[in-house]
């Protein structure tokens, strides 16, 4: 037999060990990443409701909780961010890694149930995981394995998955967009999904506030070549009293500079630790230095969480990834 066909037959297995876990649960526990992005809150909550429309008993956990700009997605305003007491079934979606996850499940003796993901970088931490890495987004991925697994949709679940999908490909535009992708999109907005609002809201729509804090850091915009990388400190979240420790979405902002190649943003966590975003064009695969930092992601957008003052880490960070993909001329 050959690779693709064992492949085959493995993921196969796995789908049907799923299906096992899904069609026995009376209560289903979904949790996804810290700082949570569109793909892990739509694809959360889509599956949520796909599940309760079979019956199931379904709570949802971000530790981080929902971000102000998602909390208009059905079911949004159900999301805990802390673990429920009793005991189900536990999945994780959209999350590469336990520690990404939080919620204190490194610490936990017993591995979540299921782990539905389609980062290159995922360790397979789960009982049954059902990895993709060629699938644009989680939501694609659920969207795939649906029917194999007995999740029914309906307007609630597809309005999810095609939001997770719009922002995790910013629109469609990178690499990990098939003409697949698309298809799956089309058949999201047949089942009552509103493409129009969803993409207005996902990627473009923001607060005041936030380009308050955007001007913060743009204001600090600096570059090398091909590189460009800016900085949000406490101090500038205090001085606009925004109200998350994440960038508003500024990475996608620089990643559309002319000339730029790669893009880096340093957002400072507390007084020890920055989270960096990296974003790449198709042929700069900057999930290789966010691996080396600890962290994982995609070819185009990664991230990682470095211990460390702000200045440190971005010196660290800039000149490793300047060596590692800015080729250098004599």
Request: aromatic share 4%.
């Amino acid at each position: 037999m050959n690779d693709q066909g064992m492949m085959g037959q493995i993921r196969m297995r796995d789908v049907q060990a799923a299906r096992a876990l899904l069609d026995s649960a009376n209560h289903v526990t979904i949790v996804s990443h810290v700082r949570p992005d569109g793909d892990a809150v739509g694809s959360m909550l889509g599956l949520m409701h796909s599940l309760r429309a079979r019956g199931a008993d379904v709570d949802v956990v971000l530790q981080d909780g929902v971000p102000h700009r998602f909390r208009f997605l059905p079911g949004a305003d159900e999301v805990r961010t802390s673990l429920p007491s009793r005991n189900g079934l536990l999945i994780a979606v959209d999350s590469a890694d336990l520690e990404r996850v939080g919620l204190d499940l490194e610490g936990d003796p017993e591995p979540p149930d299921l782990n539905i993901d389609h980062h290159a970088t995922n360790t397979h931490f789960a009982r049954v995981n059902l990895v993709d890495p060629e699938a644009s987004s989680a939501a694609e991925y659920l969207f795939k394995i649906a029917p194999e697994l007995g999740l029914p949709m309906n307007v609630d679940t597809a309005s999810c998955w095609l939001l997770a999908m719009i922002t995790d490909t910013l629109g469609f535009r990178t690499s990990s967009v098939k003409p697949e992708t698309l298809h799956i999109a089309a058949a999201l907005m047949e089942q009552g999904a509103h493409m129009p609002e969803l993409y207005l809201r996902g990627l473009h729509e923001h607060r005041y506030l936030d380009l308050l804090y955007w001007a913060r850091g743009l204001l600090g915009l600096s570059r090398r070549g091909p590189m460009v990388w800016t900085t949000l400190s406490l101090e500038d979240r205090e001085a606009v009293s925004y109200d998350s420790n994440d960038d508003a979405d500024l990475i996608n902002l620089l990643s559309a500079i002319e000339g730029v190649t790669v893009s880096i943003i340093f957002v400072q966590q507390d007084e020890g630790s920055v989270k960096v975003s990296w974003r790449s064009h198709e042929g700069c695969d900057v999930s290789r230095i966010a691996t080396a930092f600890g962290g994982g992601g995609h070819a185009q957008a990664a991230g990682a969480v470095i211990a460390g003052t702000i200045d440190e880490v971005v010196e660290r960070v800039v000149g490793e990834t300047e060596s590692v993909l800015i080729p250098r001329t004599e």
